[in-house]
């Protein structure tokens, strides 16, 4: 995992000194005001002016297996991303959500952000099914998880209440095959033990 990243791409410089790390509890303040962005607000079903106290209940309640990173730069949060697995018969599959601020857009912390929550997800986790949903008029976050593999797999007509007008919404995903795994290693060469199976005192059993 990526603790320091400067640069994603030959096409795209990331702000000096971006940093991804956990969110946490301390940065309810930035995290809290980030929520209240216009462009964020637009992007995203939460009802607006939402307390300072739910937020911070909402940090607070973080546990594994969910997963909150923050980008930051120096000290200003500039975005923010959750990956939450499933349960049950669903535990190979996870939804996930990122969140930049307004002031941030176009300096590829998007990018960096999935960059990260696919390397979690992909070399950590060993999951094999991501989810989530986006505004069928956010084109930029649309462009953004396309670039990364994520399909629409279902047009939800009318989801979201935003301003007095039902907007329509995608699900996307994005599965892949398991995790490879590797050889066991040779038993050639391994000399075998004193005990016989079947023996009395050997412990093994046939």
């Not at 329509?168 to 398991?178: L, N, Q, S």
Request: net charge neutral; proline share 6%.
């Amino acid at each position: 995992m990526n603790q320091d990243i400067r640069t994603n791409s030959k096409s795209e410089s990331l702000p000096e000194g971006l940093t991804l790390r956990a969110l946490r509890v301390a940065d309810v303040e930035q995290f809290h005001a980030m929520q209240q962005l216009p462009v964020v607000v637009n992007g995203n079903p939460h009802v607006p002016f939402q307390t300072i106290a739910s937020t911070r209940e909402y940090l607070e309640k973080l546990e594994p297996p969910e997963i909150a990173i923050a980008a930051m730069v120096g000290d200003t949060l500039v975005g923010e991303a959750e990956l939450t697995p499933f349960k049950g018969r669903r535990a190979h599959a996870a939804s996930l959500g990122i969140c930049v601020h307004d002031a941030w857009h176009r300096r590829g912390i998007g990018n960096a952000l999935m960059t990260e929550l696919l390397d979690l997800a992909d070399n950590w986790l060993g999951l094999r099914r991501l989810e989530l949903h986006v505004f069928a008029d956010n084109h930029a976050a649309l462009a953004l998880y396309r670039k990364f593999g994520f399909e629409i797999e279902a047009h939800q007509r009318g989801a979201v209440l935003r301003r007095g007008v039902l907007i329509d919404c995608y699900f996307m995903a994005r599965p892949r095959e398991a995790a490879p795994w590797m050889s066991t290693p040779s038993t050639a060469n391994i000399e075998p033990t004193s005990a016989t199976i079947g023996q009395p005192g050997s412990g093994i059993k046939p």
